[in-house]
């Protein structure tokens, strides 16, 4: 099979191009669009294509026929956010376009304080400008809380996100997650203040009540900030979140190194066949994709019945941990730990969430209007017919109006438990003339060795 190139959906439905596999995907329906690279934004009004910079033009009337050009193009640069000063060379404001770009980011400044977001001011009321970059070893303050950075732990096209430690009592481990959001260079078109902001109430709302961590397997927000980028780009700015970092890895690197790690490996476990180990095998991977189900079940349960729908679960997006993977699982007979009641699965990166009410509601934000996002290998067929034939495509059919409007999150984290089953299953199929031979007395087994292996072969 050829390599596919790979594309992954932004929220507004626009594909982004992502590089080759290295390995040709077994089944093209999973792996059409892989993890998302954000594609370069159109320049606009003279940059250049080439590195976004703003090409300076001196200053002319414009004839007759050039004025709805470039009424057009002020208009253009007005919507992304820059204010222009009518006359005057890109870039000049009157005091008039300067006033209104003060009041711009003062309401924009009360809408971040509505959802709890500290904003950093200046002397004299005004907004400050954004801080330097994160680096490893600095110490930053967000909100009143301090932090001490550590290395990058992940990366996309709308954030990255850090390590960190509390400053101030007993360290803790905490995550940092900045973003540039709102209209400017390098922005992504809906990477807005709104849905940053939204995405914190998210995390806010689904973690109240549960100070423990226990009962609901996603992190929780400490504290959050917002710094304007800059007089450059007035409607863009720089958030930050703290958050309590949740153990473990991606359950897509942590299955990709259980597997490594087993291949080659060829002893059979004591007193057990091939037979039997193709069959333990299958039992320990059934049992760590239905601890992840268990333990995510009423994290989303929550999530979807008033709050939000996550609306990219995939197997980046749900960590697991496991205690003991630093040591050598040498004698379980896949791939899977021999007990899936260690592990601990939780679920990150709410940025694709929409409201639940508005979801269902029919206006702006619903199923009708909002575009399939996320990554699309662990779309249903609803949302494939969604994508490919808008709302009206599922109009006809009821069941799949339920699938997506109701279910898409529950569907994408069933895909994900399918991929643990099939990944973890690592055992060598027997043979079907070894299953034939087999006494009467083991007939359970041959049926369960041909069902697992319908089930890897479908997935």
Not at 155 to 181: F, H, L, N
Not at 427 to 436: F, G, K, N, Q, V
Request: glycine share 10%; hydrophobic share 40%.
């Amino acid at each position: 099979m050829s390599q596919l190139q790979g594309w992954h959906f932004g929220q507004g439905g626009k594909a982004c191009a992502q590089s080759r596999h290295s390995v040709p995907p077994p089944r093209t329906s999973r792996n059409v669009f892989p993890n998302m690279i954000a594609a370069p934004r159109p320049s606009l009004a003279g940059n250049c294509p080439s590195t976004g910079s703003a090409r300076r033009l001196p200053a002319r009337a414009a004839s007759p026929s050039q004025q709805p050009a470039r009424a057009a193009s002020a208009a253009a640069l007005h919507a992304n956010g820059m204010l222009l000063a009518p006359g005057r060379p890109d870039g000049m404001r009157s005091d008039a376009a300067q006033q209104q770009l003060q009041q711009l980011q003062q309401q924009q400044m009360q809408q971040m304080q509505q959802h709890g977001c500290s904003v950093t001011t200046a002397p004299g009321g005004h907004v400050a400008t954004s801080p330097r970059p994160l680096a490893e070893g600095d110490t930053v303050q967000i909100g009143q809380s301090q932090f001490v950075v550590g290395e990058v732990i992940g990366e996309g096209a709308y954030a990255q996100v850090w390590s960190a430690t509390t400053v101030g009592g007993a360290p803790e481990d905490v995550a940092i997650k900045e973003m540039r959001c709102g209209q400017g260079p390098g922005i992504l078109p809906d990477a807005t203040l709104q849905r940053a902001l939204f995405e914190v109430q998210v995390m806010r709302r689904l973690t109240s009540g549960d100070s423990s961590g226990n009962l609901i397997a996603a992190p929780r927000v400490l504290a959050q900030q917002c710094w304007p980028i800059g007089s450059a780009a007035p409607g863009a700015f720089l958030c930050r979140v703290a958050m309590t970092r949740r153990r473990g890895e991606p359950i897509a690197s942590w299955l990709g190194r259980r597997t490594e790690s087993r291949q080659g490996f060829t002893p059979l476990p004591a007193g057990m066949d091939e037979i039997s180990t193709y069959c333990a095998s299958f039992r320990d991977a059934a049992c760590c994709a239905w601890a992840m189900l268990a333990q995510l079940g009423p994290t989303f349960e929550r999530l979807n019945a008033g709050i939000a729908y996550h609306r990219d679960v995939n197997a980046r997006n749900i960590l697991v941990f496991h205690p003991t993977d630093s040591q050598a699982d040498e004698h379980t007979p896949g791939s899977a730990p021999g007990d899936a009641s260690l592990l601990e699965y939780s679920v990150v990166d709410f940025g694709s969430s929409v409201d639940s009410r508005a979801w269902h509601a029919g206006g702006e934000g619903s199923w009708q209007v909002e575009n399939p996002t996320g990554d699309a290998r662990y779309w249903g067929v609803a949302s494939w017919i969604r994508f490919l034939g808008g709302a009206h495509g599922l109009a006809h059919d009821a069941g799949l109006v339920r699938q997506y409007a109701w279910r898409l999150d529950m569907f994408a984290l069933a895909a994900c438990a399918m991929e643990v089953l099939a990944k973890l299953h690592s055992a060598e199929c027997p043979s079907e003339a070894d299953l034939a031979a087999l006494p009467r007395s083991r007939g359970f087994e041959a049926q369960m060795v041909r069902v697992a292996s319908r089930v890897r072969a479908a997935w």
